[in-house]
């Protein structure tokens, strides 16, 4: 076992190197310069809707790794220093590859501009892998420009600096080829390949995984009756089978078992944070992610903005009163006609994606619209933390582009050729160049001006459900953090007691308690499962307190050292023991040699 995964390893690590270093991946690596140059410049575009965002998460996800937590779960500086669990609903693994960058030396904004950039090459990356495997490698050569430039993946970029979803977009492409692959071949490496896949999608965006995992069902069945009529598929079953009713059977269930497989496998992989979102996000009050301005119904577009060449910077507007784009893209649009005039000239699996994606389109289309209501009301329990109908656009970016590849076999046989894929990748790049411009501006970053920033702006903002007055608008550390003093997180709430805050880190708090008579002690920390306390290394019990829901500690006579950490909880723990498992068995089945252990 030790010697196939290192023989794994080692031809992982080539396999990758090769597709890295291949000159079709710096061709596009070349296209994908005129969208990246902008983050290699000075300053930082902080008015994008999240940029700021984005900064302060991975600060504040830096100060929970340092003070010892392996997976970060608790933003310290959140809600005015009182705390939130961010990463319990925030899938964490933008912030684990920005966390890597700024532990090699960047800064936190250079560190984010990094993982910005490599999200866009790699979704080109991951496009291409699975547009050519399908259509060719010249039309998977314009489906991989058209993915990078189609108008929503740059206001992901710069418009909306949504770099959790901007992520995302690395995934759909590669999830699609790993069970393209997995249905066609059958071998349960692809089942491990396609997990990990899946499992990564979900790990970058829980709203993106909502809304493409309906697409990955329906490609795996447009698969499976894309195969059930190759009759070749046929004469595989009917070598091992007896009767050729038998043989459909069988076909049928082997062909279902393997994604079934890799989707298990996947939701095993993500366990890790999967399972707290499921038993613990009930502490946390929904309204202000689902209600108000959130709310779904305020957020479906009007027909003439998906094609409207508008470009704006503001934020979402509520009924189609958005102030900025939010257009499907009149290039990729006009060459997903061309890829429909194709259908008459292709035929067998190139025309079958054409005609599916061409549908997804039309469906994605239709579920953007008022008109689809109805079908959101249906589904609201889930599709509410989708929050806006509008993030089908990242969807249809990925059907787009692919469907933009495609136009390439409408033209004749021999211009189908790699200077018609360039032309036509060189007309995309100039006609959405417009779109590769933010709004730079100088910022500074550090815990004094993002507590400014929350003051100022209401935002980085949460509530559980051990609040019981109103949302605060300040806390008594809002001065100590704009002022740049040593924090004093606690106070004690009965006289004759004084409290000394020793230390203060991410996820833990440590505090000198000196009282002639047992004493309260309120720590200016929400409370939430997962934090401990001990007294003189003894356990203690915490409780919430007050209309904040802050953390409450009974202190008995005398002089002692009070420590809380934020730990985990079963929910967490036995999420973390299934992905490792589930790690383990993914790898396991990658390591085995190409062509064993079929299942049938």
């Given at each position: 076992?030790?010697?196939?995964?290192?023989?794994?390893?080692?031809?992982?690590?080539?396999?990758?190197?090769?597709?890295?270093?291949?000159?079709?991946?710096?061709?596009?690596?070349?296209?994908c310069?005129?969208?990246?140059a902008?983050?290699?410049a000075?300053?930082?575009f902080?008015?994008?809707?999240?940029?700021?965002?984005s900064?302060?998460?991975?600060?504040?996800?830096?100060?929970?790794?340092?003070?010892?937590?392996?997976?970060?779960?608790?933003?310290?500086?959140?809600?005015?220093?009182?705390?939130?669990?961010?990463?319990?609903?925030l899938?964490?693994?933008?912030?684990?590859?920005?966390?890597?960058f700024?532990?090699?030396?960047?800064?936190f904004?250079?560190?984010?501009?990094?993982v910005?950039?490599?999200?866009?090459w790699?979704?080109?990356?991951?496009?291409?892998?699975?547009?050519?495997?399908?259509l060719?490698?010249?039309?998977?050569?314009?489906?991989?420009?058209?993915?990078?430039?189609?108008?929503?993946?740059l206001?992901?970029?710069?418009?909306?600096?949504?770099?959790?979803?901007?992520?995302?977009?690395v995934?759909?492409?590669?999830?699609?080829?790993?069970?393209?692959e997995?249905?066609?071949?059958?071998?349960?490496?692809?089942?491990?390949?396609?997990?990990?896949?899946?499992?990564?999608?979900?790990?970058?965006?829980?709203q993106?995984?909502?809304?493409?995992?309906?697409?990955?069902?329906?490609?795996?069945?447009?698969?499976?009756?894309?195969?059930?009529?190759?009759?070749s598929?046929?004469?595989?079953?009917?070598?091992?089978?007896?009767?050729?009713?038998?043989?459909?059977?069988?076909?049928l269930?082997?062909?279902?078992i393997?994604?079934?497989?890799?989707l298990l496998?996947?939701?095993?992989?993500?366990?890790?944070?999967?399972?707290?979102v499921?038993?613990?996000?009930?502490y946390?009050?929904?309204?202000?992610?689902?209600g108000?301005?959130?709310?779904?119904?305020?957020?479906?577009l009007?027909?003439?903005?998906?094609?409207?060449?508008?470009?704006?910077?503001?934020?979402?507007g509520?009924?189609?009163?958005?102030q900025f784009?939010?257009?499907?893209?009149?290039?990729?649009?006009?060459?997903?006609f061309?890829?429909?005039?194709a259908?008459?000239?292709?035929?067998?699996?190139?025309?079958?994606?054409?005609?599916?994606?061409?549908?997804?389109?039309?469906?994605?289309v239709?579920?953007?619209?008022?008109?689809?209501?109805?079908?959101?009301?249906?589904?609201?329990?889930?599709?509410?933390?989708?929050?806006?109908?509008?993030?089908?656009?990242?969807?249809?970016?990925f059907?787009?582009a692919?469907?933009?590849?495609?136009?390439?076999?409408?033209?004749?046989?021999?211009?189908?050729?790699?200077?018609?894929?360039?032309?036509?990748?060189?007309?995309?790049?100039?006609?959405?160049?417009?779109y590769?411009?933010?709004?730079?501006?100088?910022?500074?970053?550090?815990?004094?001006?993002?507590?400014?920033?929350?003051?100022?702006?209401?935002?980085?903002?949460?509530?559980?459900?051990?609040?019981?007055?109103?949302?605060?608008?300040?806390?008594?550390?809002?001065?100590?953090?704009?002022?740049?003093?040593?924090?004093?997180?606690?106070?004690?709430?009965?006289?004759g007691?004084?409290?000394?805050?020793?230390?203060?880190?991410?996820q833990?708090?440590?505090?000198?308690?000196?009282?002639?008579?047992?004493?309260?002690?309120m720590?200016?920390?929400?409370?939430?499962?997962?934090w401990?306390?001990?007294?003189?290394?003894?356990?203690?019990?915490?409780?919430?307190?007050?209309?904040?829901?802050?953390?409450?500690?009974?202190?008995?006579?005398?002089?002692?050292?009070?420590?809380?950490r934020?730990?985990?909880?079963?929910?967490?723990?036995?999420?973390?023991?299934?992905?490792a498992?589930?790690?383990?068995?993914?790898?396991?089945?990658?390591?085995?040699?190409?062509?064993k252990?079929?299942?049938?």
């Amino acid at each position: 076992m030790k010697d196939n995964m290192q023989k794994w390893f080692s031809s992982f690590i080539l396999h990758l190197s090769s597709f890295i270093l291949h000159p079709s991946s710096c061709i596009l690596l070349a296209f994908c310069v005129f969208a990246l140059a902008p983050l290699t410049a000075p300053g930082y575009f902080i008015y994008a809707h999240d940029a700021r965002h984005s900064v302060y998460f991975l600060q504040m996800f830096d100060l929970s790794l340092r003070d010892g937590a392996w997976y970060p779960r608790w933003a310290a500086d959140m809600v005015f220093g009182y705390g939130y669990p961010l990463w319990l609903i925030l899938a964490p693994i933008p912030f684990f590859v920005g966390e890597a960058f700024h532990l090699v030396g960047f800064d936190f904004v250079s560190a984010v501009k990094i993982v910005d950039g490599l999200a866009v090459w790699f979704s080109a990356l991951t496009m291409c892998l699975f547009a050519s495997r399908v259509l060719g490698k010249h039309a998977g050569l314009v489906a991989a420009v058209a993915y990078v430039y189609v108008p929503y993946h740059l206001a992901d970029l710069y418009v909306r600096a949504a770099q959790a979803e901007l992520v995302a977009f690395v995934f759909p492409p590669l999830v699609c080829w790993a069970f393209h692959e997995l249905v066609l071949t059958r071998r349960a490496r692809y089942i491990s390949i396609a997990a990990l896949a899946y499992a990564g999608l979900v790990l970058s965006h829980i709203q993106t995984a909502v809304l493409f995992t309906p697409i990955i069902g329906l490609y795996i069945l447009f698969l499976f009756f894309t195969q059930l009529s190759n009759a070749s598929s046929f004469a595989f079953a009917q070598d091992r089978l007896l009767t050729p009713h038998a043989s459909r059977i069988t076909f049928l269930l082997s062909s279902l078992i393997y994604p079934l497989s890799a989707l298990l496998l996947a939701l095993g992989l993500a366990a890790i944070f999967l399972l707290p979102v499921v038993f613990e996000q009930k502490y946390l009050t929904p309204e202000p992610l689902i209600g108000g301005f959130f709310s779904y119904r305020s957020h479906f577009l009007n027909a003439n903005q998906l094609l409207s060449p508008f470009w704006g910077y503001g934020y979402a507007g509520e009924n189609g009163t958005d102030q900025f784009s939010l257009q499907l893209g009149l290039m990729p649009t006009l060459l997903a006609f061309v890829a429909l005039l194709a259908l008459a000239k292709t035929q067998g699996t190139i025309r079958g994606h054409i005609a599916f994606f061409a549908a997804i389109t039309a469906g994605i289309v239709f579920l953007m619209l008022p008109i689809s209501r109805p079908v959101w009301d249906s589904f609201a329990s889930v599709v509410a933390y989708v929050q806006f109908p509008w993030r089908w656009l990242i969807v249809s970016a990925f059907a787009l582009a692919f469907l933009s590849g495609a136009a390439i076999h409408a033209l004749p046989d021999a211009a189908r050729d790699l200077a018609s894929a360039l032309a036509i990748a060189l007309i995309f790049v100039a006609a959405n160049y417009a779109y590769t411009e933010p709004q730079r501006t100088e910022a500074v970053f550090n815990y004094q001006t993002q507590m400014e920033f929350e003051v100022k702006y209401r935002e980085l903002l949460g509530d559980t459900v051990w609040m019981t007055g109103a949302r605060p608008q300040d806390s008594p550390l809002v001065e100590q953090y704009v002022n740049g003093e040593k924090l004093r997180k606690a106070i004690a709430l009965d006289a004759g007691a004084t409290v000394e805050t020793l230390r203060y880190g991410g996820q833990s708090t440590d505090l000198r308690v000196e009282s002639s008579a047992a004493t309260r002690v309120m720590v200016y920390t929400r409370y939430f499962p997962g934090w401990t306390a001990t007294i003189d290394s003894q356990p203690a019990q915490v409780e919430p307190y007050g209309e904040q829901g802050l953390i409450l500690v009974r202190v008995p006579a005398g002089a002692h050292v009070v420590r809380l950490r934020f730990e985990d909880t079963p929910a967490r723990q036995i999420g973390a023991i299934v992905s490792a498992i589930s790690l383990i068995v993914a790898l396991g089945l990658a390591c085995r040699p190409i062509g064993k252990f079929r299942i049938v």
